[in-house]
């Protein structure tokens, strides 16, 4: 992997790792184009941005990350138990499924559920509108409808987003629980690949990996930032329409 495609990916990954739309679909996507080949060198480089992006978090909500939203994170635990218990038990089935075909119908499938939420979404008095004030039983459902993040397109943040919605929380505090729920989620993903291919690290090319870095958690920053204005004024139907058109054009380039 060279700078050029090192700094594409680490954008890529900063810009979609939050949003509804699949990191890891856009990687696999821009990976094909750019000609990286799938080994575990480029997974190796894939744990540095994540990590990149995890820390973008952390310091962005690092006021939650205390002993005093102790309920918080057992909620945030709670709700990441299901999608590691089947991600552990189906992920051999889960790798098959790794290929644009399968990212392309979950961008269209993923949109098309999203037009249909925010159809019939409405603003309530009873929606949670403080991420802290999600209820045990909220954070199962939004930890349930993480499940689907497993098949590749369909993406953590908006299969967390939409679980957030129908549970009855508001946009903003579905989005901000999607955020910090990405700490332990990619934590554990990234730490457990970084135990697979820590060897790998050893014929890096670390001047690309730490550009790689840098840019990713920028990116990650900032988009984190401007999603919450963002939602201030708007809805996720770009969202939707965004991946609807993507994965057509995906099924038609294929």
Not at 25 to 41: P, Q, R, T, Y
Not at 62 to 74: C, G, H
Not at 83 to 105: E, H, P, R, Y
């Amino acid at each position: 992997m060279d700078v050029f495609q090192a700094v594409i990916i680490g954008i890529i990954e900063g810009f979609t790792e939050f949003l509804p739309i699949s990191s890891t679909g856009h990687m696999i996507v821009a990976s094909k184009f750019l000609g990286v080949a799938e080994n575990d060198l480029t997974k190796a480089y894939e744990v540095i941005i994540q990590f990149a992006a995890i820390l973008a978090v952390i310091l962005i909500y690092r006021d939650k990350i205390t002993f005093k939203k102790f309920d918080l994170w057992m909620k945030l635990l709670l709700a990441f138990l299901p999608l590691a218990v089947v991600g552990f038990i189906f992920k051999d089935t889960i790798k098959s499924l790794f290929n644009v075909q399968t990212v392309a119908w979950m961008f269209i499938i993923g949109g098309i559920v999203f037009l249909v939420v925010e159809y019939f979404y409405r603003e309530k008095p009873t929606h949670v509108k403080d991420v802290e004030q999600t209820t045990w039983q909220q954070a199962l459902w939004i930890g349930i409808a993480q499940i689907f993040s497993l098949i590749p397109g369909t993406s953590r943040a908006g299969a967390t987003i939409v679980g957030g919605l129908l549970a009855g929380l508001d946009r903003k505090a579905s989005a901000e629980f999607s955020f910090l729920l990405a700490i332990p989620v990619m934590a554990a993903v990234s730490g457990y690949d970084l135990l697979k291919h820590y060897h790998e690290f050893a014929s890096a090319n670390w001047g690309a990996f730490a550009i790689g870095f840098a840019i990713a958690f920028v990116v990650a920053y900032a988009t984190i930032k401007l999603f919450l204005v963002f939602l201030q004024r708007f809805t996720f139907v770009p969202f939707g329409i965004y991946r609807i058109v993507f994965g057509v054009l995906l099924l038609w380039v294929l």
